[in-house]
């Protein structure tokens, strides 16, 4: 997908029938629960979100499919993680600065990477994202901390 997904209108999920309804009163990462490197950004994520601003969802899952597939993202291919703010959507590059910036100091310092065009950023994370099952590993089982605290952040 060289141009990226289409931009959609805020909470346009919410009118497509094949979404079921969920909390989207937080920013939701939408996140591939086979991979290395996705996975380990979410456990990052979980220590140092403090304020627990951030709820997860694993592209494998039912609604991690469909919002894949209302965003015309491959949804078997993950080649984006997906951040849902205020019923935005947000891709490559500029979700993960987003991400990283909702964490705040010492990650929020990432948006220096928007000196960068945003074309060049996503062809680097599109580098990146390629090659991060070979890099950093497939896991066999999605990544969810069954059981522990963090567990209510995840969305079914």
């Known amino acids: 997908?060289?141009?990226?997904?289409?931009?959609?209108?805020?909470?346009?999920?919410?009118?497509?029938?094949?979404?079921?309804?969920?909390?989207?009163?937080?920013?939701?990462?939408?996140?591939?629960g086979h991979c290395g490197l996705c996975s380990g950004w979410v456990r990052y994520v979980l220590r140092h979100d403090r304020a627990g601003v951030y709820r997860f969802l694993s592209a494998q899952s039912a609604l991690g499919h469909a919002?894949?597939?209302?965003?015309?993202?491959?949804?078997?291919?993950?080649?984006?993680?997906?951040?849902?703010a205020k019923g935005v959507a947000y891709y490559k590059s500029e979700a993960c600065l987003r991400m990283a910036e909702?964490?705040?100091?010492?990650?929020?310092?990432?948006?220096?990477?928007?000196?960068?065009?945003?074309s060049l950023r996503d062809r680097l994370y599109g580098v990146v994202a390629r090659n991060r099952l070979r890099i950093f590993g497939r896991l066999e089982n999605c990544y969810l901390p069954v059981g522990s605290p963090d567990s209510d952040r995840f969305i079914a």
């Open 67 to 84: 919002l894949y597939v209302h965003y015309g993202l491959d949804p078997t291919d993950y080649e984006t993680n997906i951040l849902i």
């Open 102 to 118: 909702g964490l705040g100091f010492p990650s929020s310092l990432a948006s220096i990477f928007r000196i960068l065009p945003m």
């Open 1 to 32: 997908m060289e141009d990226g997904p289409k931009p959609h209108e805020a909470y346009s999920y919410r009118n497509d029938s094949v979404i079921p309804t969920f909390p989207d009163d937080k920013p939701i990462i939408v996140y591939d």
